[in-house]
């Protein structure tokens, strides 16, 4: 998973962006991770990785750009993006403030958004023997909830499920889940063992 946060300076038409903005750093929602860092507002975006790598070396993993701001009239406004690696805290906060920014220019609150996918929505699991599928399933499913939704819909005895997060480095189920299903022996009609088949998913 990459993450961007991008924030964004304005002035009223005709005026120009001068002045300086600061960037504050939060871990959580509140611990002040360390002194807001001041920049001037047309700080270019090799600069600016310089100043927040020096401020904050713990972010080094990041690329910053910065582009025109299309949306204001005002001369010397700009968007910068910070790209960060898939080994993002996702507890971080990045706040700025534009107080000491000349006349009538802003600098926006910076927006937060993934920018690769993670797993969301729901599969529905198929007997292929049967050609009877389940309902829908969450993303997230718990080893219970899958149980009874095999048993209901599959009519397949469960003995146990044991659920697992894929991501090593951060437990979320948005970044991979696996169920390892061990399931009851089944008999024929005729009363021999038969082996429960590759359930196939789809979604």
Same mark, same amino acid.
């Given at each position: 998973v990459k993450t &961007?946060?991008?924030?964004?300076?304005?002035?009223?038409?005709g005026?120009?962006? =001068?002045?300086?903005?600061?960037?504050?750093?939060?871990?959580?929602?509140?611990?002040?991770?360390?002194?807001?860092?001041? /920049?001037?507002?047309?700080?270019g975006a090799e600069?600016l &990785?310089?100043l927040?790598?020096?401020a #904050?070396?713990?972010?080094?993993?990041?690329? /910053?750009?910065?582009?025109?701001?299309m &949306?204001c009239?005002s001369?010397?406004? #700009?968007i910068?993006?910070?790209?960060f690696?898939?080994? #993002?805290?996702?507890d971080t906060?990045?706040?700025?403030?534009?107080d $000491?920014? @000349?006349?009538?220019?802003? /600098?926006?609150?910076?927006?937060?958004?993934?920018?690769s996918? @993670?797993?969301?929505?729901?599969?529905?699991l198929?007997?292929p %023997?049967t050609?009877?599928?389940?309902?829908e399933i969450?993303? $997230?499913a718990?080893?219970?909830?899958?149980? =009874?939704?095999? &048993?209901?819909?599959?009519? %397949?005895?469960?003995?146990?499920?044991s /659920?697992?997060?894929?991501d090593e480095n =951060?437990?979320?189920?948005?970044?991979?889940r696996? #169920?390892k299903?061990?399931f %009851?022996g089944?008999?024929s009609?005729?009363?021999?063992n038969? =082996?429960?088949?590759? %359930?196939?998913?789809s979604?």
């Amino acid at each position: 998973v990459k993450t &961007e946060w991008t924030f964004s300076t304005c002035a009223s038409d005709g005026s120009s962006v =001068d002045g300086f903005f600061s960037i504050t750093y939060f871990k959580g929602s509140s611990y002040l991770y360390a002194q807001p860092l001041s /920049v001037p507002s047309n700080v270019g975006a090799e600069q600016l &990785e310089i100043l927040i790598n020096q401020a #904050w070396p713990s972010l080094s993993a990041m690329h /910053v750009s910065r582009d025109p701001n299309m &949306e204001c009239s005002s001369e010397n406004s #700009w968007i910068w993006t910070l790209l960060f690696d898939d080994d #993002w805290p996702f507890d971080t906060i990045f706040q700025t403030n534009g107080d $000491d920014l @000349v006349g009538s220019a802003t /600098v926006s609150e910076p927006e937060n958004r993934r920018t690769s996918q @993670v797993l969301m929505g729901t599969f529905a699991l198929t007997n292929p %023997l049967t050609e009877s599928t389940t309902r829908e399933i969450p993303y $997230d499913a718990s080893g219970a909830l899958m149980r =009874d939704i095999i &048993e209901a819909d599959l009519q %397949l005895d469960v003995s146990r499920i044991s /659920v697992y997060n894929t991501d090593e480095n =951060d437990d979320r189920p948005e970044l991979g889940r696996q #169920w390892k299903i061990t399931f %009851l022996g089944r008999t024929s009609a005729d009363a021999i063992n038969m =082996d429960v088949p590759t %359930l196939q998913a789809s979604g």
